[in-house]
């Protein structure tokens, strides 16, 4: 199972925060739902960064005064950030690779990028469930999404159904440093492997591999800020130190010890 703690890069700045599982029947089709919800002082805002997984998210959001909408939001080449101003909150569903091809003809072109989505009945419905009163609008909002969902994809074809298993792969085990790796693991040639992923994520499978050790070095330097940079880096993989430091400074911009010793993480 993917670590729902992964992800977020300072999280003392987060807002209210849940993440609810997929029901049952949605399973094949989102990792997880989350929603924030905020309330900011007029004239502030609040940033939140992330380096996100490698998977697209279907968000319905009220942000601040502005209408609620839904946006279908690609995957991430670095590490990014939202700014939350006013009252509001968000529905988002982590989608599985199973549910793209029914929502993106391609989702390389959504790449760092975010587009309206058009589906009225998912807004109408989730923006009623999260004006209920108490904590089960959460869970009314994530029934009614997936319910949205399920009917949106309809069947999991066997090409879809491999490229779960290639991010499940991907993103939860530790000993697959290398593309060949799972390729050899999932019984695929290389080249299917990266069709898969460019059709139903947009990155590579190499980046989806950097994009997991990432999350976990910065994962380790938040709960152990202690901890050597030589050390992490040997045990997720890595030849040596200037190479986590390499990929650290390309995708999320800073250095590992100036992110270690930043007191808002």
Known sequence: MIDARRGVLYP?????????????????????????????E??????????????????????????????????TTA???RDLRGRGWAVGALL???????????????LDAAMPFDAPELLTDVTAAMAGAGDDRRSDAVSVF????????????????????????????????RAEDAAARLHLSLRTLQRLAHRHVGLPPAAMIRRRRLQEAA??????????????????????????????????GIAPSSYRADPDS
């Open 12 to 40: 003392a700045r987060m807002p209210e925060f849940h993440r609810l599982p997929a029901p049952p029947e949605a399973a094949d089709l989102a990792v997880w739902f989350w929603i924030p919800e905020w309330r900011i």
């Open 42 to 75: 007029p004239g502030r805002a609040s940033r939140q960064d992330v380096v996100a997984y490698p998977a697209l998210n279907l968000v319905v959001e009220q942000n601040g005064g502005e209408p609620a909408e839904v946006q279908l939001v690609g995957a």
């Open 79 to 81: 590490a990014s950030f």
């Open 96 to 110: 599985r690779p199973a549910s793209v091809a029914a929502l993106v003809e391609d989702p390389a072109a959504l």
């Open 146 to 177: 997936a319910r949205w969902l399920v009917a949106r994809v309809e069947d999991v074809s066997p090409a879809a159904q491999q490229a779960n298993a290639l991010s499940d792969l991907l993103m939860t085990d530790a000993s697959i440093l």
């Open 219 to 252: 994962q380790r330097m938040r709960d152990d800020p202690q901890a050597e940079i030589a050390l992490i880096a040997a045990d997720l993989g890595y030849a040596d130190h200037a190479h986590l430091t390499r990929d650290f400074r390309t995708v999320l």
